[in-house]
């Protein structure tokens, strides 16, 4: 087991185990990397309101979304590529999440197909897609989902293009995955991810690719700089979420919502949620922070929808501020994916474990021994026009 108290201590452990080109393309952002350092600073900047002589001994993190009881207020994001952090790390994560009893998202752009996730692991899934050109492939993508087994769908809205992420570029990592001259050095002062990744890789499967593409598409797709997945969508439209709410029969969420008006659009489109998200500051370079968009979309929408927030989560005092602010549950992408490059799936546990003692110990300083119990009083100085009060049977009329 790994020597990590925090998922700080899991990042670095990941940041020596994987090439420089891999740990870059999980850790960093886009372009200045303004989004991604601002993430932070807004979730550091709030501050809690502890209240004291409390009884707080009977405590659970344990939440009800979309009519189900979790045993912690989190779910897993969808992170393309995750199998590059660890063999089969998708299957790593999700295992850890199914035994933490949390949802777990597996990414359109992921390099473990959505049937071998569905039947080697279970538990709450959600599929994320990103739309294709071609419409009636997308189509086909989310009837092989719902034949899966898969729950959730969760279409991310805030990617029409390739974002700007230069390090990729300078570092030569591609999808599907080939070696170049550029990366060879960067793999080869990495003989341990090279033995027990890429070799396990090469020696089964083959080189890593997106699995979850037709297989004429897998044959025909060039490699790409990591990030700039082929075939994203630029003429994307309300019409569309409202043909995916046609099609799809089960919970359905919008990925990717930074403002209280597209939140309203994805509601009246028939969204079971919204994920307010910038992509964990890797899209668009200078949005103002998730955590400070959220409270206008709760108040917007959060009594017809379940409202869900990420974007640089990373300690247990974080999610309670988003679970304050009136948030239903929080996704976590880069903690479990440290865990998971770390450990596998002993490490995605791990990262899964501290953020669970962390919302614990909080709840008990807080005063606050349940979730629905968190209202906006516990966060001082809160704004005065975002003052109101999350009503309190929300959490339970949202199901
Ligand atoms: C390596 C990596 C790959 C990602 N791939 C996707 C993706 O394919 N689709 C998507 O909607 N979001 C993707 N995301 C964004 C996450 O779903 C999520 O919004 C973000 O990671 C949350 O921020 P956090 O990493 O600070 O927790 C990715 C994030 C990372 C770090």
Request: charged share 25%.
């Amino acid at each position: 087991m790994v020597r990590a108290y925090n998922i700080g201590d899991l990042r670095e452990i990941a940041r020596r185990r994987l090439p420089k080109g891999i740990f870059e393309f999980i850790d960093r952002g886009t372009e200045d990397e303004v989004s991604l350092r601002h993430n932070r600073a807004a979730l550091e900047s709030m501050r809690l309101r502890p209240r004291t002589l409390v009884d707080v001994s009977a405590r659970s993190q344990s939440i009800k979304l979309f009519g189900k009881e979790q045993a912690m207020p989190i779910a897993i994001a969808p992170t393309g590529s995750a199998g590059l952090a660890w063999y089969e790390g998708e299957i790593a994560i999700a295992r850890a999440a199914a035994k933490a009893g949390i949802p777990f998202t597996l990414a359109t752009g992921s390099t473990t197909a959505m049937e071998k996730v569905a039947s080697e692991v279970g538990g709450t899934l959600w599929f994320q897609l990103y739309m294709w050109p071609d419409r009636s492939l997308s189509y086909q993508l989310i009837e092989r989902a719902r034949a899966a087994g898969f729950e959730g769908l969760v279409v991310t809205v805030d990617s029409p293009v390739a974002p700007g992420r230069e390090y990729n570029l300078h570092n030569g990592f591609t999808l599907p995955f080939s070696l170049t001259r550029r990366n060879a050095i960067d793999i080869l002062s990495h003989p341990r991810w090279l033995a027990t990744v890429l070799a396990r890789y090469i020696a089964t499967s083959g080189m890593p690719r997106y699995e979850n593409y037709p297989t004429e598409m897998k044959q025909r797709i060039t490699a790409l700089p990591m990030g700039r997945a082929m075939m994203l969508n630029d003429n994307l439209t309300w019409d569309d979420l409202r043909e995916l709410r046609r099609l799809w029969p089960h919970r359905l969420m919008a990925k990717g919502i930074l403002c209280p008006e597209d939140a309203k659009l994805a509601a009246d489109c028939g969204a079971d949620a919204v994920i307010v998200s910038n992509h964990g500051g890797r899209v668009v370079d200078g949005t103002r922070a998730p955590i400070e968009i959220l409270p206008e979309v709760v108040d917007a929408v959060g009594k017809r929808i379940a409202v869900i927030v990420d974007s640089g989560f990373r300690r247990g005092t974080d999610i309670v501020k988003a679970l304050a602010l009136g948030a239903q549950a929080v996704l976590v992408g880069r903690a479990t994916l440290y865990g998971v490059a770390a450990d596998g799936e002993a490490g995605a546990s791990r990262a899964i474990e501290l953020l669970r003692q962390e919302i614990d110990r909080t709840l008990a300083l807080l005063g606050c021994p349940t979730i629905p119990a968190l209202t906006r009083e516990c966060l001082a100085h809160y704004p005065a026009r975002y003052s109101q009060s999350v009503p309190e049977q929300r959490r339970e009329s949202v199901s």
